[in-house]
T-cell receptor
Framework: KNQVEQSPQSLIILEGKNCTLQ??????????LRWYKQDTGRGPVSLTI?????NTKSNGRYTATLDADTKQSSLHITASQLSDSASYIC????????????FGSGTKLNVKP | DSGVTQTPKHLITATGQRVTLRCSPRSGDLSVYWYQQSLDQGLQFLIQYYNGEERAKGNILERFSAQQFPDLHSELNLSSLELGDSALYFC?????????????FGDGTRLSIL
């Protein structure tokens, strides 16, 4: 069964600290993995997209890693800011003769001053 | 601002009714995707259109249908509404039809069924 699991479910950190969010998937055949940031009441915003051959991708203070062998990805946030408070969603795309998208349930991050 | 416009922002209706949600993609984008986000099920992919043609189908109920018009805007039609259809409905667009394209999301339509 194609699944995407994220951990932790929620996380509280102090401003300026780093954190790492995890995403494990069983989706096959794998096409790509995306990380999104979703502020409350807003649409998701794309942070990174990684294909099978990419191990690391950065977007400012956000760095995503992908291990396609173990089917694991992580999103590392450096020097967190209050504006990083949001839900972070991992999405894995399967490639048949069409695209299909599988969503994790998200990690809710709260950055406190 | 993602450039994707969804209307209306909020919709309140009753069970058994029918509603239409509208999405205008970013200028130049050919693909439109529809997603449903409910509290208990998270985000779910419903359907994708590319340049007017249906491209991929996800967990879309038979009571739901969508189309993409020649000007590339899209509509999602929800009929025989049930309480469980209350959710945020997002539209996203991308330049092409491939799965590696970044998707740009609108801010959603919040549908409440009374």
């Amino acid at each position: 069964k194609n699944q995407v699991e994220q951990s932790p479910q929620s996380l509280i950190i102090l401003e300026g600290k780093n954190c790492t969010l995890q995403c494990n998937y069983t989706v096959s055949p794998f096409s790509n993995l995306r990380w999104y940031k979703q502020d409350t009441g807003r649409g998701p915003v794309s942070l990174t997209i990684m294909t099978f051959s990419e191990n690391t991708k950065s977007n400012g203070r956000y760095t995503a890693t992908l291990d396609a062998d173990t089917k694991q990805s992580s999103l590392h946030i450096t020097a967190s800011q209050l504006s990083d408070s949001a839900s972070y969603i991992c999405v894995v795309s399967a490639q048949y003769n069409f695209n299909k998208f599988y969503f994790g349930s998200g990690t809710k991050l709260n950055v406190k001053p | 601002d993602s450039g994707v416009t969804q209307t209306p922002k909020h919709l309140i209706t009753a069970t058994g009714q029918r509603v239409t949600l509208r999405c205008s993609p970013r200028s130049g984008d050919l693909s439109v995707y529809w997603y449903q986000q409910s509290l208990d099920q998270g985000l779910q992919f419903l359907i994708q259109y590319y340049n007017g043609e249906e491209r991929a189908k996800g967990n879309i109920l038979e009571r739901f249908s969508a189309q993409q018009f020649p000007d590339l805007h899209s509509e999602l039609n929800l009929s025989s509404l049930e309480l469980g259809d209350s959710a945020l409905y997002f539209c996203a667009s991308s330049g092409g039809g491939g799965s590696n394209q970044p998707q740009h999301f609108g801010d959603g339509t919040r549908l409440s069924i009374l």
